[in-house]
Structures are given as C-alpha cells and as structure tokens.
C-alpha cells in the first residue's frame, strides 16, 4: 500500500489536529510543517521532520502528495493554487477563499490538473449526522418542512478577547457565518439533499471595538490588562447572525449565529421536521440523535453500529457505548480523501470537494448582500 506524503500548513489548534488525525489513518506520513514563527521547533515538538518558514520551499522541496491548509483565510488561496500548480492535492480549512472568484479559480484549477482538492467540512463525518442522511433519503422523514438550528460559541464574548478572525483583512467579509455558518448550511444541504435558493440575513456586531493585545496574550494571563497594553481596534464583521433560508422545494429554514453566547462553546444544533417525524442533533450530545412523532413516544437513537444504516456504519470505527466525537471526524474525512488521491476520482466519497467549497462562497456572498442591502436575496442552485 502507498504511504502519502502530507505537508501542514499552519499549526494551531487545527493544524495540529489535522496532524494528529493523519497519523490515526496509518497511510499518512507527515513529513514537513510550514508556519511562519519558530517552525523548526513548533516541527520538533509535534515529531515531524522538516520545517519551514516559507510554504512554497516546503511544496518544492518535500515531494509531497498533499497539503493541509490550516492557516488564516486571506492565505488560502495563494496556498492552494501554488500547490495544484504543482501537482500536489489540497486539504483546505474552511472558508475555502475569502472571494467567490479564487473560489472558482481553485475548482476549475482541480478539474485541469486532475487533483483532488477537499473543503475540510468535518461535521459531515459524525456518524448520527450521517444517520440522519441516510433517514431522510429512505423516506422515514417524509417531506421536509422545515429546518432549524444554532451555532454557539461564548469565544469572543469579552472586548478583551481577540483573534485574527476579527481582522476582515485577514479573515474576509464575514466572519460568524463564514466561520461556523458555514458548517451548519453544509451540513445541512448534505443532509438534506436540498439547496438554498434564497436568504435572508442579519448581522449584528455587540464589540464595535475591540483590545488587541499589544503583546503575546499569555504575558496577561490572570492579570488585568492596563490601557498601554493593548490598542483599540474598531470591528468590522459580525458577532452574531441569524439567516432565513428558502429551499428548492419550498422547505423553510432558519439559523442563528454567535461567537457571543456566555456558555456554549461549541454547538451545533440542528432540526429537521418531516411529515413522519422531526430529527434534531446537537454536537454537545453527537453520539444520540432525538427522533420526535406525533402518534406514538419520541425516540432516542445511540450510536450503534449493530443498528445504524450501512453508511453511517462505514464511518463508524467502534461499538456501541464508545464515545466517537470531533476527533474522529478529522480521521474520517481524511480516510476518504486519501482514498480518492488512490483511486483518482472524486465520486461516490462524502467529503466536500472544492465544488462545495464554491457553494460555500456563493452562499456567503448573498448572505453578506442581503445583511446590508436587508432584503430576500436569490442563491444559484448547484455548481458545475
């Protein structure tokens, strides 16, 4: 069997995870890192071999057959043309680009060059997600009225905390719905098998300035910062958003946004009401999914190989009662994309493509329109 060789660009939070997940699939070697501060150490402590200060040296010099990008937005782009120019696959964080147009540009690019280029929607990989796919296609739910839901988190709840994701000019126009928006639409549309055809937006933003620490964060951990240690910096993209959707066949739909909410630090929430029944999943609670009815008890289904449809069961990796969670979605979604670099096709895997990637920049797009011009605004239906 082939061992591939992957390059990480970026090691965060993210980057590492990537790391760590690449090395669960046993087909993966991470052979250089890529990050623009101390990257031979950040290398030496993760155990890769190489780093480097620059990513095109590592894309030139590694014979890499992929790259993890798990950097900041704006850098997305250059990153993945650079690496398809030169024959090598790509693994991108989300938002894809920061603009529709690399978007397309990258898409078209992985159609050329015969590369498979992913969007790492991860949240397609948990198995009472997939669940819920496969439920709705079978007919259980009947017809799908409406779909509803949430994305919490409480990390930018204070003046004082600060990211580059704050930065447009880092990040791009939108920032809670490009951020987190953008799993909850995905994942709905791919559970659903439904696309959006028009939205409805609002933004709000709570902090219209914010302390940018002048210094490294950790120099004021358990102190109170002082006016000369930070700099006033005014905001640009939202804290907060709730967006109405309308769907091809007239199912409705609704999300509410916010990187503000005291408490919730990571939760996804989704509903899906049906004729038959109504199905909603929470991240905070990813191994159980709710079934409600109307003539008879409401349901909890664990997760449960022995009794999960087939294709939640091939993302499934132990028994009943073994907790699998955000982990093992990273492991799941890089599985298949590997499988694809092997057998050079992009068809019957469940990972999002750079296709997607482009739905995600056309949905984002429209929803920023119709945020300031505060109106319905029509989506494109599919991406060819």
């Known amino acids: ?56 040296s590592m894309i030139d010099g590694e014979n890499l057959d992929s790259i993890h990008i798990c950097t900041p937005n704006r850098t997305h782009y250059e990153m993945a043309r650079y690496a398809l120019e030169h024959g090598v696959n790509v693994v991108c964080e989300k938002p894809m680009t920061t603009t529709l147009n690399e978007a397309w540009d990258l898409h078209t690019l992985t159609k050329q060059k015969n590369l498979i280029g992913a969007v790492n929607f991860m949240s397609r990989f948990y198995p009472m997600a ?13 017809e799908v009225f409406t779909v509803h839901g949430s994305y919490l988190q409480d990390w930018l709840l204070r003046d004082t905390d600060y990211s580059w994701r704050l930065e447009q000019e880092v990040s791009g126009e939108s920032r809670a719905f490009a951020d987190i928006g953008s799993h909850w639409i995905d994942l709905v549309e791919f559970v659903t098998g439904l696309r959006v055809v028009e939205v409805m937006a609002d933004f709000a933003i709570f902090h219209k300035t914010r ?77 159980n999914l709710w079934i409600g009815r109307r003539e008879r008890d409401n349901g ?55 296709r997607d990637g482009v739905r995600e920049m056309q949905l984002n797009e429209k929803i920023i329109q119709s945020a300031k011009e505060r109106r319905w605004i029509a989506v494109e239906r599919s991406v060819e």
């Open 1 to 56: 069997m082939k061992k591939y060789r992957a390059g990480i660009a970026g090691v965060g939070f993210i980057g590492t995870t990537h790391i760590e997940a690449l090395r669960r699939l046993g087909n993966v070697e991470v052979a250089a890192i890529t990050d623009t501060v101390d990257a031979q150490s950040k290398a030496d402590a993760l155990f890769v071999p190489k780093g480097y200060t620059d990513y095109k």
């Open 130 to 142: 997939c669940q819920m796919r496969e439920m709705v296609r079978l007919g259980e739910v009947g």
């Open 300 to 354: 909890l289904l664990a997760k449960d190989p022995s009794i999960l449809s087939n294709a939640a069961k091939r993302i499934t990796a132990y028994p009943g009662g073994h907790v699998e969670g955000f982990p093992d979605t990273f492991k799941q979604m890089f599985r298949q994309f590997y499988a694809a670099i092997s057998k050079n096709t992009r068809d019957k895997f469940d990972f999002a493509t750079f």
């Open 211 to 287: 302390k940018k620490p002048l210094k490294p964060v950790g120099t004021y951990s358990g102190l109170t910062m002082q006016p000369e240690d930070y700099q006033e910096i005014p905001i640009t993209t939202e804290d907060y958003a709730s967006v109405l959707f309308h769907f091809e066949n007239g199912t409705r739909g609704v999300c509410t946004l916010s990187q503000m909410c005291a408490g919730r630090k990571n939760q996804m929430v989704v509903t899906i009401s049906g004729s038959k029944c109504t199905l909603q999943w929470d991240t905070e609670d990813s191994n």
